[in-house]
């Protein structure tokens, strides 16, 4: 069964600090790995997305590290603030075998301190 | 607008009712998308359609669902003799065709069984 694992479930960051949140992903077909930023009371938001072939995408404050071998990917937040708190998801996606639909993590609820 | 419209916003129904939830795809978009967030949870496929393929219904929970897209636009997600545990929110989303394409999410039908 296709998975996409993330931890932590809940993350408290003080202001400025950095935010990091994991993700493990089991099916090598996945080729497309994007993470969603979720407000209350709003749908999920693209943030960033990065594909297999390259090791780590910076856009402004946030940053994925990617590592094809261990199948693991992860964000980071750097500064955070306290407007980044939020839920964020990872996910996967791929077609074929490893299905033509987002696979989703459980989610990390982000709360960032002022 | 210009994004993925869902309607209603909110629905409050009785135990045993039948609902319609509706969703609005970005004009040109061939790939839409039904998942359903439970409170505090992640977010769980239910169905896929692109284009003209018969759709990806593995997701969906029980033969009370159902969805049908319209002329490959516009689609209806259906839950017949709803129960208490169908409360949560259904997020329609959609995409162009391709693996790398974002995938954008309207924000929600949020549904309550009582």
């Known amino acids: 069964q296709q998975q996409v694992k993330q931890s932590p479930q809940s993350l408290i960051v003080q202001k400025g600090g950095i935010s990091i949140i994991n993700c493990a992903y089991e099916?090598?077909?996945?080729?497309?790995f994007p993470w969603y930023q979720q407000f209350p009371g709003k749908g999920p938001a693209l943030l960033i997305a990065?594909?297999?072939?390259?090791s780590e995408k910076k856009e402004g404050r946030f940053t994925i590290s990617f590592n094809k071998s261990a199948k693991q990917f992860s964000l980071h937040i750097m500064d955070s603030q306290p407007g980044d708190s939020a839920t964020y998801f990872c996910?996967?996606?791929?077609?074929?075998?490893?299905?033509?639909?987002?696979?989703f993590g459980g989610g990390t609820r982000l709360m960032v301190k002022p | 607008g210009a994004g993925v419209s869902q309607s209603p916003s909110n629905k409050v129904t009785e135990k045993g009712k039948d609902v319609e939830l509706r969703c609005d795809p970005i004009s040109g978009h061939t790939a839409l998308y039904w998942y359903r967030q439970s409170l505090g949870q992640g977010l769980e496929f239910l169905i896929y359609?692109?284009?003209?393929?018969?759709?990806?219904k593995s997701g969906l929970p029980s033969d009370r669902f159902s969805a049908e897209r319209t002329g490959g636009s516009v689609s209806t997600l259906t839950i017949q003799r709803t129960q208490q545990e169908d409360s949560a929110v259904y997020l329609c989303?959609?995409?162009?065709?391709?693996?790398?394409?974002?995938?954008?999410f309207g924000e929600g039908s949020w549904l309550t069984v009582v």
């Open positions: 989303a959609s995409s162009l065709m391709g693996s790398g394409n974002t995938i954008y």
């Open positions: 990065i594909r297999p072939d390259v």
């Open positions: 996910a996967a996606r791929g077609f074929g075998d490893a299905g033509n639909m987002l696979t």
């Open positions: 099916n090598t077909a996945f080729d497309y």
């Open positions: 359609f692109q284009g003209n393929s018969a759709p990806d």
